[in-house]
Each structure stands twice: as C-alpha cells, then as structure tokens.
C-alpha cells in the first residue's frame, strides 16, 4: 500500500541505484537518504532485533532519495527482498517498509510469507495510514510504532482474537469455516484446552514432517494455560499431507496411540477432500475425551 507522505522535508525521493542493490548491510535499516541520525537508526535496529526474536519474522526499513526507475514499489521491494536476503520463519516472512523521498514522496508497505495471509490489504493500509497521518514528520516514531503494534499482534495472535480457522489452502467455504470455528469453540469451552486449524499450498522448505505448524503454534501466543495446551491439524497439500499434533499437557489426555487412530479415522473423508467431515471429525474425537 502506498501513501503520500505528507511532512516538511527538503529534500526528494525514490529507490535505489541498482549499484545500491548489491551492498552489503549488516543491519535492517538501510538509510540511503541520511534521513535518521545514528541514535535514531540504532533505536530502530535495536527494535527490529526485539521484533525478530519475539516474533520469528523479519521487518526492515528502506529510505531512498533517488529515482532508479521503478515504475511499481512491489518489484522495487522484491527485487530488494531477494537481494538482501530477507526474511525469517520457514515461510521466509517480513516487512519492508519503504520511504520514498523523491519528488512528491511516498511511504509503502510490503508483506512477505506469513504476512501475506496474517495480513490484509485494509490491515496494511491501517498501518500505513496511521504512519503518515499520527506520526506525520516524525518517521523514527512511525516506524517504532509500527514494530510494537506489529509484535504485540502476531505474538498475541492466539489469545487476542477467538479465530481458530487460518484456512490458507483456500480448502473451506465461508460456511463451512464458520461451522468449524464453531465446533473448536465448543471443544474450547469443554476442555478448556485449544484447538487451531491450519491449511497450506505453497512448498516450504524443511516441512517433510510437518515442522511448520510447531513453528506457527507456537510463535502465534496459541494454547491455554501456562503449559499453552492445544491441538493443532494441519493440511500440508504441498506434501499431500496432513498432521495432528498435541501441545501442553494434551499428550496426557490423548497418546500418540491415540493421534493415530484418530488420523486414521480422517483419512478417508481426508482422501474424498471432504476436508470439513475430516476436521470436524477430529475435533468429535478430542472433545468425547471431555465429556
């Protein structure tokens, strides 16, 4: 999403000499332009780490003066992204934020991998607006911001919202979603333990045995209790696969004995693509431990 910005400053901007392109940065604030003092650029570097070990994911800042004629800032951020090796978390996820000082001058946001489902174009734009409107003038701040109110809701993701379904394979209707999150609210009321459902289609590299869904569970603030209790199923239809997996104190309800029959249950309707019987079906299974 891309935004006027609309602050006082002499000077101009655009993107990166290709030249630019190929240096090598320490850092994830690549300050072209000169436009932050080295106080200000060590604050958002220090922010950026905190960023990157709270979350797995990866946020860099870029701030240009020149005109490398671009005629769209997504291919500007990608050719960038690739080139500076950008990116964490085994779907490589990250935000690029770019400043743009010439001529007119303009703020644009960037998503990568997980970001690119965990966020939505309105959620882009909410974080681009509030960059260049609140924090008109001051960008240090604005970026500060926007790494703090990112954090908080990717870390927090798992007890800020009551959502359970991320269907990304696109495999469930909007009905058929609304039914599922149903059935895991009730499990969650009856158990008191949580239950997340995940769907893939893109390759992830490392993800033979299913690693990706530890990594999302756990990096999203998913489970109940101090142990973080839960179950997860996920689809990997990259791999044609799909896991079930305990989390927390789970394994004392359910053995791995258990897993398997209950995979084994759902791997007809599984194998029909009747993804909604197959889930609901493993959602009945752990519930009926509950009753």
Request: hydrophobic fraction near 40%; charge should be negative; include cysteine.
């Amino acid at each position: 999403m891309k935004y006027r910005i609309l602050i006082l400053l002499m000077v101009a901007v655009l993107l990166l000499p290709s030249a630019v392109f190929g240096q090598e940065a320490p850092t994830r604030v690549f300050d072209y332009a000169g436009l932050f003092s080295a106080k200000e650029a060590s604050e958002l570097e220090d922010a950026i780490v905190g960023f990157q070990d709270a979350t797995g994911y990866d946020f860099a800042i870029l701030v240009s003066d020149i005109d490398h004629g671009y005629e769209d800032y997504q291919q500007l951020c990608d050719d960038f992204y690739a080139q500076h090796n950008l990116g964490l978390g085994m779907t490589g996820s990250a935000i690029l934020c770019v400043l743009d000082l010439y001529e007119q001058g303009y703020f644009y946001i960037q998503v990568y991998g997980d970001f690119q489902y965990l966020m939505n174009e309105q959620d882009v734009q909410y974080l681009a607006s509030k960059a260049t409107g609140d924090y008109a003038g001051n960008f240090p701040a604005a970026l500060q911001w926007i790494l703090s109110f990112t954090q908080q809701a990717v870390t927090q993701m798992g007890t800020d919202n009551p959502i359970r379904v991320y269907d990304y394979g696109k495999l469930l209707s909007a009905e058929e979603k609304q039914t599922l999150e149903t059935a895991i609210a009730d499990f969650r009321a009856l158990s008191g333990r949580d239950f997340l459902y995940l769907s893939t289609y893109e390759a992830i590299d490392g993800n033979e045995d299913g690693y990706y869904m530890q990594e999302f569970y756990t990096q999203h603030g998913f489970g109940e209790g101090e142990q973080r209790s839960g179950v997860m199923l996920y689809l990997d239809l990259d791999n044609g696969s799909f896991y079930v997996q305990n989390f927390g104190d789970m394994d004392t309800f359910v053995s791995q004995d258990d897993i398997d029959r209950i995979v084994q249950k759902a791997s007809d309707p599984m194998a029909e693509r009747d993804f909604l019987t197959a889930v609901l079906g493993v959602v009945d299974n752990y519930a009926a431990v509950f009753r």
